[in-house]
């Protein structure tokens, strides 16, 4: 699960950070509640998660929550991993 969060941080750095934005991104980064990514980004975000590790997140756990972190969102795709 390590290398997959990597990814996903990497993912989240490259997509939502501005270049000039000094904060820190960790897996444990607020991502939603913080205003990196939004509702619009989920999205896309969630498109990435499918298409990178073949799986089909419902709409109904695509949340903010499970969102929020770049954690939370490894969990949930474990989840999803069967």
Do not use: R, W
């Amino acid at each position: 699960m390590d290398e997959m969060k990597a990814e996903v941080l990497e993912y989240v750095i490259e997509e939502y950070v501005d270049e000039d934005d000094d904060d820190e991104v960790t897996y444990d980064t607020a991502l939603i509640s913080s205003g990196i990514v939004d509702s619009f980004s989920m999205v896309s975000l969630k498109v990435f998660l499918e298409k990178k590790y073949k799986i089909s997140l419902p709409d109904s756990e695509a949340t903010p929550e499970a969102f929020d972190t770049v954690n939370s969102i490894c969990d949930l795709v474990v989840k999803h991993q069967g």
